[in-house]
Antibody, heavy 121, light 107 residues
């Protein structure tokens, strides 16, 4: 059974950075992409970016370019999302999700439990 | 970037009702469209991928259709456990995007 287990909640000051981890088990880590999705309180889902561990290549949404760094460590089957220059609007639940490719499309079939990041002075 | 819209943003329905949610993409995404269900405090759950393929374990009252820019999610007979928020998501572009969501609540 595939599981994605994320690191615990974080409280950060404005202007600082946060790094969230997502450890995969029960599947072949390098065979799938991992995406990061966030959800501000009471708001919808926002795709932030993703990485294909086997290639180490990452993409990010336009609104996060320059602030988000997505990496993966195959040796520990763990993906990481680091967000810098934090502001209050970054307060949100952050999810990782396994991104399964079929043909030219993909879908998110397994999700982490979420990591709450609170940005407050 | 591809933009996704959904309508309605919310709806009220009764158990047993047929419910239809619409999703529209800003350009053709062929059939690279997924649907998710999210309940409060929980991670989203995949319902349908490739516009109309039911994910394993998802009840058959859920169905999806459409291609190009216009898609629908239909719940044939709403059950108490279906009250939730539903999101569409495109995977045509490597820059994935979700729709804004449709909240289904009890009438």
């Amino acid at each position: 059974q595939v599981q994605l287990v994320q690191s615990g909640a974080e409280v950060k000051k404005p202007g600082s950075s946060v790094k969230v981890s997502c450890k995969a088990s029960g599947g072949t880590f390098r065979s799938y992409a991992i995406s990061w999705v966030r959800q501000a309180p009471g708001q919808g889902l926002e795709w932030m970016g993703g990485i294909i561990p086997i290639f180490g290549t990452a993409d990010s949404a336009q609104g996060f370019q320059g602030r988000v760094k997505i990496t993966a460590d195959e040796s520990t089957s763990t993906a990481y999302m680091e967000l810098s220059s934090l502001r209050s609007e970054d307060t949100a639940m952050y999810y990782c999700a396994r991104d399964v490719t079929y043909g030219s499309g993909s879908y998110f079939d397994y999700w982490g439990q979420g990591t709450l990041v609170t940005v407050s002075s | 970037d591809i933009q996704m819209t959904q309508s309605p943003s919310s709806l009220s329905a009764s158990v047993g009702d047929r419910v239809t949610i619409t999703c529209r993409a800003s350009q053709s995404i062929y059939n690279y469209l997924n649907w998710y269900q999210q309940k409060p405090g929980k991670a989203p759950k995949l319902l349908i991928y490739a516009a109309s393929t039911l994910q394993s374990g998802v009840p058959s009252r859920f169905s999806g259709s459409g291609s190009g820019t216009d898609f629908t999610l239909t719940i044939s007979s709403l059950q108490p456990e279906d009250f939730a928020t539903y999101y569409c998501q495109q995977s045509y572009s490597t820059l994935r995007a979700f729709g804004p969501g449709t909240k289904v609540d009890i009438k």
